[in-house]
């Protein structure tokens, strides 16, 4: 019995095409594959800058409570602020810090916001009493780059011999927005730290002359 000449070349196109749409999903597959540890690679990225843009507003806002360091054998404390240390990691910023003393959004006189951060570093095992402070600009324009960080050491002098210290959280200036005090008490002696963000990013710290003993 004669065969059907379009039957006889219907099965292989059949098969053909068969053939070519599975060549084509592997194409796509390894091409996915290929693709896939760059598209983790920028999802991660995306993820870590919308986590340090919303540490950063955290931080520009920052409330702490109302003391953040005290070294007292009696009631020993100190603060460091979580929200910080997060979003410096995120920025590749190494802190030593034995307490947070002041984080909030500060603005130079001819400047843009940028999140000041003043940290205790050390306070001096022998007399006079002396703190070291570790102080540090970020812009606050939600770059996840530490390019823009303005980092530097203060050591100032509070009392002549050594004593219980407190560290009261610094408080944001409302009618100077540059401007910030710290206030630290050693046994009954209050002394002010003025502090202000200038226009290059730098940060000044120094006691009020108004303080003595």
Known sequence: MPTDP??????????WLRSRR?????TIIVVLLAMLPVALKFARLNADRMRANRLMETCLRYT???????NDPAKPSATVAAPWTELASLRGITIN????LFLHERRPPHGSAALVAVDLVAVSPQDPLTITLSSRTLSAGG???GKDIESAVTTIELAP??????????????VDVSHFTITCTVADHATTLDGWLHDDGSVAIEPRVTSSY
Do not use: K, N
């Open 6 to 15: 379009d039957q006889i070349d219907y099965a292989p196109r059949r098969q």
């Open 22 to 26: 599975i060549r084509a999903w592997i």
């Open 64 to 70: 702490p409570p109302p003391t953040v360091f005290c």
């Open 97 to 100: 810090s034995s307490a947070t």
């Open 143 to 145: 770059s996840s780059s």
């Open 161 to 174: 011999q050594r004593a219980p210290l407190t560290i009261a959280a610094g408080q944001a200036d409302g």
